[in-house]
């Protein structure tokens, strides 16, 4: 499972080992103790990886392997790519800016995402919706 967590300060992408329903529902039980809300909504992130490291090449032939899995990749410049990803956005709110995005794919797919991710030394970033 990824889980992208947006912050005032930025975005980390973290790779973690479980189920993504175990996830949101600590998540939610917390919320409840704390009394505080929480909006759990099927979402899309969106963020960018570098093309110039060798693992780029292993993310597309994993990508194409699992094709229709909620994810898809589009080369934006000579620099980086956007990975697009379906999952769920966990806030206090639906329109919240800080949150946490998770979601289950293929185990090499996410493997290889997290790869970039950790490789690119700005771990430049776009949106969550």
Known sequence: ???????????????????????????????????????????????LVPIDHPCFNHLVQAIHAVQGQGISLCVVDDDFAEVSLQGFWLAATREAHEGMFICTLADRVEFFIHKL?????????????
């Open 1 to 47: 499972m990824l889980k992208l967590t947006y912050t005032d300060v930025g975005l980390t992408l973290e790779r973690l080992a479980g189920a993504l329903e175990t996830v949101v529902a600590q998540r939610v039980i917390l919320a409840m103790r704390v009394g505080q809300t929480i909006s759990v909504e099927p979402s899309r992130a969106a963020f």
């Open 117 to 129: 991710w950790q490789a690119d030394p700005h771990n430049i970033s776009s949106i969550a919706q």
